[in-house]
């Protein structure tokens, strides 16, 4: 009979909690370890690999490497190798929130549990389209660790699970209370912040309790706080150039395209908005204006301001020898305040943005950037986040008859948020204005007094202009859950054989309100959106079997049916998958899996009202290239658009297929090294471009060609789905060929391709005198990653170039790799943790951004038995981001794959009550 191998005494050393390295023994006998379930199937097992890779984080590497939270953790896996829209990426839904983009599939396709079990998901849409989980807002003092199984997974877990599945366990057993403080800030400035957590445990007979408490503050960081991206004279690309200053104030002949000089005494009065920086500037293409080279940093929170309270607690009661019930329940409560960009004002938005000036007889354009000095503040610009979100588990657990075992739960989550922001009120054409006096060929004549335009705000004025309006989402998920297990099923030539089985029913719902006054016209330029709300049921079964066919040869299937039931229909989807394991020697371990996996439509993609609004910051890609304009400084690169988006109730589930295979060699308890191919590939894929991607691919089908040169068919069923999306005025209008709306809806139409390679190694060695070592490494090579939007569509080359899929993959690395090194002497442990984020397409696509390199690290001095000191700093070298020198625009570099903080420190203090 093929006994244990040396594989999980070496993982399972790697993992131990507290001192970092196992005791020495000399005895080399293997032994026999306890059955434990890891993430990908529900079958215990001895051994901690099987047939596909899982990547483990315990609780002291998230420490010890440097991370501030579980995001920051998840985020430097090397399989995360997609961008996403965190809280620097600017004016984006979900500002208060953070995800991952395992394999740049997207942050919808990444299942992710607490305890094995589902939570809800954030209440408002990533991008405005897809539902995600946001990871900034569980508890670290209550982890235990994380498990994150890389591959399709919906034959075990359901849908969701194509690119991956993370598992967050969190503590079941504890014994007194450990308090710990930290405090820190950054060399930049700003983002100083604070955590308390206080968790413990006790047990009481037939009674384990366990529980935390995780109180933190954090400061929010500008970007005036760094000096690369504090001013538009900081470009890279400007080559010793004159920096183009922003508009700030302008007016602007619609016939001839010019501003109208303000002269120089008029922004001579203006000089002291935005900190001083307000001068008369000249655009070589359009004439002389007001500007500043510090208006788009000055408004902008690379870090959000944050106050979160997060508490745990988790009950387990035997009532026999047999029988145990048990619950949880986590409370998270979060207060995040996002400023993203400038009020501003642009003329008769909401009708083509000009009207006819009667003094000049011509049609004008005005346009004002309001000041932190005019407003009382820059924060009165911002967005405020209440969040509130809990999970609860009731259960019994036990054995019955021979071996078998079982578990029956129940679990609900909810997720609320409240999010306010001050706006302009309906009326502010006319204060800046005055009355409209007629109409001209169908276009407003007014006739103002042009000194308003260049009339700086007082506070008071602003309050009075303004008001705040709220919109309340949720979002909840619940599941009731019956399932068993047997680890001796029946004889196999290789051993016994296991069992694991589970049915689930469960529903899962979201609202969004907007305030009723937005679809009121009580704001300025604001249609809003009408309230939007839908629910679901699901119900499935599963079973899985684990074959030992032979002393070193595991087989492993699994299957599972699920039922969603929504919108009067029902979409239904069968998966299944097949492992096996084959160990040739003790030491080694082949493997390789095969599993089919399925999404269904995410609920705001089905469920979505009709939504009209205008979305700022945007550029006309198409008017850019036609004018022969670098994006970062074109004339349309500032454009504010309106749009309508909606969702579609025929939505049909995405399909996934995917597959792996490896090999594992552990020739001793110090040494293992891990290889893994993997293949993931997604059809019928839901597709909703976002603006920008739409007015991209817009460009690309007009000019029949795309930035790169490669050729774009105009008849194609995907450019003319794409062209139907714009709406733009005639070519002989007064403002020709301006977007003035973009129509967004879903359908299944795209398929997605991506593979690559994983590697992981691990290294430990003892000294007589100079104490422990441990060596890791992991390392992600993307072979291929393609897109296609519709079928006979062009197929994007995304590990290669840049396009947008709707998986958000718009710049992916090509490689990640990240080490770190650890040494243990006496009371100390000291870790250096390097990461290396392989290149990056740049911003005009003609070339690559090369590596980037970061380094964390931390020194822990165990005082004694209860106190500890620890200090860490991230970001050891201060390194900046790679900065983009094509004329990517401000901030000058690639948002959204990269941190702008520069090095941060924090000291914590620790202390451990009771035994």
Not at 276 to 284: D, E, F, I, K, L
Not at 741 to 770: L, Q
Request: glycine share 10%; aromatic share 12%; proline share 5%.
């Amino acid at each position: 009979m093929f006994k244990p191998s040396l594989l999980p005494l070496a993982i399972a050393a790697s993992l131990a909690a507290s001192p970092l390295f196992a005791q020495d023994n000399t005895d080399s006998t293997p032994k026999q370890l306890e059955a434990v379930t890891v993430t990908g199937s529900r079958i215990p097992r001895v051994d901690l690999e099987g047939p596909s890779p899982v990547v483990t984080l315990s609780a002291q590497d998230i420490q010890a490497r440097g991370f501030r939270s579980v995001y920051d953790a998840l985020n430097s896996l090397t399989q995360n190798t997609g961008m996403t829209q965190g809280e620097d990426f600017g004016n984006t839904f979900t500002p208060a929130a953070n995800t991952i983009n395992l394999r740049g599939l997207g942050p919808n396709h990444t299942l992710v549990l607490v305890n094995g079990r589902r939570v809800a998901d954030y209440p408002v849409a990533y991008d405005g389209s897809v539902n995600f989980v946001n990871l900034s807002n569980i508890p670290a003092v209550m982890i235990e660790r994380i498990e994150v199984l890389s591959g399709g997974a919906s034959s075990v877990y359901g849908s969701d699970a194509i690119a991956g599945v993370v598992n967050i366990i969190l503590k079941k057993k504890a014994e007194g209370v450990d308090v710990s403080l930290r405090a820190g800030s950054t060399q930049g400035g700003g983002g100083s912040n604070q955590r308390l957590q206080i968790g413990g445990g006790h047990s009481w007979g037939k009674l384990d309790a366990v529980f935390g408490v995780e109180v933190t503050h954090r400061e929010p960081i500008w970007g005036t706080d760094r000096r690369f991206m504090d001013s538009l004279s900081r470009d890279p690309s400007l080559n010793g150039q004159p920096t183009l200053p922003i508009a700030v104030f302008y007016r602007r002949n619609m016939q001839t395209g010019q501003y109208i000089d303000p002269g120089a005494g008029t922004c001579e009065n203006l000089s002291s908005l935005y900190g001083g920086t307000v001068r008369r500037a000249y655009n070589p293409r359009l004439g002389y204006y007001c500007g500043s080279d510090r208006a788009p940093p000055t408004f902008w929170t690379v870090q959000t301001r944050q106050r979160n309270v997060n508490a745990y607690t988790g009950l387990h009661y035997a009532l026999n020898d047999t029988t145990e019930l048990f619950g949880d329940f986590m409370l998270g409560v979060d207060k995040i305040d996002n400023t993203t960009r400038a009020p501003s004002w642009t003329s008769l938005a909401a009708n083509n943005s000009y009207f006819i000036n009667s003094a000049t007889g011509t049609p004008e354009r005005w346009y004002r950037r309001f000041s932190p000095e005019e407003i009382g503040g820059r924060t009165q610009a911002g967005t405020h986040f209440f969040e509130r979100a809990w999970n609860a588990t009731l259960g019994v657990r036990g054995s019955v008859g021979d071996g078998w075992n079982y578990e029956a739960a129940y679990n609900r989550s909810e997720y609320d948020n409240t999010t306010t922001r001050r706006a302009f009120l309906a009326g502010l054409d006319d204060y800046f204005l005055g009355p409209q006096t007629g109409t001209q060929g169908g276009i407003p004549v007014y006739s103002p007094n042009a000194a308003s335009l260049y009339d700086p705000l007082t506070p008071s004025s602003w309050q009075q202009l303004t008001d705040t309006y709220s919109s309340k989402n949720s979002a909840w998920v619940q599941t009731f859950s019956l399932s068993v297990n047997q680890g001796d099923l029946f004889n196999l030539p290789g051993g016994s054989a296991g069992f694991a089985g589970v049915v689930e029913a469960g529903s899962q719902g979201y609202r969004n309100t907007p305030d009723a006054r937005l679809a009121q016209g009580v704001f300025w330029n604001n249609n809003g959106s009408l309230p939007s709300s839908g629910t679901r049921d699901r119900y499935a079964i599963g079973a899985e079997l684990s074959l030992p066919l032979q002393d070193r040869l595991i087989a492993t299937l699994a299957a599972r049916y699920d039922d969603y039931r929504y919108a009067g229909r029902s979409d239904h989807k069968a998966t299944w998958s097949a492992g096996l394991e084959y160990r040739p020697f003790d030491s080694l371990l082949l493997r390789g899996n095969y599993a089919t996996s399925f999404r269904a439509p995410d609920m705001n993609y089905i469920f979505a009202s009709a939504t009209h609004g205008y979305i700022p910051g945007l550029t006309d890609d198409y008017r850019c290239r036609v004018a022969g304009q670098p994006f970062g400084s074109c004339d349309f690169a500032n454009e504010s658009i309106n749009y309508t988006s909606y969702g579609s109730n025929k939505l049909k589930a995405e399909n996934g297929r995917s597959y792996s295979y490896g090999l594992v060699w552990s020739p001793s308890q110090q040494l293992d090294v891990s290889v893994d191919y993997y293949n993931v590939r997604i059809d019928n894929e839901v597709t909703n471009l976002s603006a920008d991607g739409v007015l991209r691919d817009e460009a690309d089908c007009r000019l029949g060609q795309t930035q790169t040169g490669l050729p774009v068919d105009i008849t194609s069923a995907q450019c003319q789905a794409t062209l139907a999306r714009v709406q733009r005025n005639a070519p002989d209008a007064v403002d020709p060929l301006t977007a003035t709306r973009i129509f967004v809806n879903p359908i299944n139409a795209a398929s997605e391709r991506t593979s690559g390679i994983d590697a992981s190694g691990n290294y430990r060695w003892t000294t007589m005198d100079a104490g422990n070592f441990a060596v890791r490494a992991n390392y992600t090579l993307v072979l291929t990653h393609t897109y296609q939007q519709f079928p006979g569509g062009v197929v994007l080359d995304l590990r290669n170039g840049a396009g947008e899929s709707d998986s958000g993959s718009t710049f992916e690395w090509r490689s990640k790799f990240n080490a770190s090194v650890t040494w243990q002497y006496k009371a100390f442990t000291t870790t250096l943790y390097g990461i290396r984020y392989g290149s990056l397409m740049n911003a005009d696509q003609s070339g690559r951004i090369g590596p980037y390199f970061r380094y964390n690290a931390s020194v822990a001095w165990q005082m004694n038995d209860r106190t500890s000191i620890a200090l860490t700093v991230n970001n050891l070298l201060n390194k900046a981001p790679p900065a983009d020198k094509t004329g990517s625009g401000w901030p000058f570099y690639p948002v959204g794959n990269y941190d702008p903080y520069g090095r941060q420190w924090w000291i914590e203090a620790s202390y451990h009550f009771g035994k």
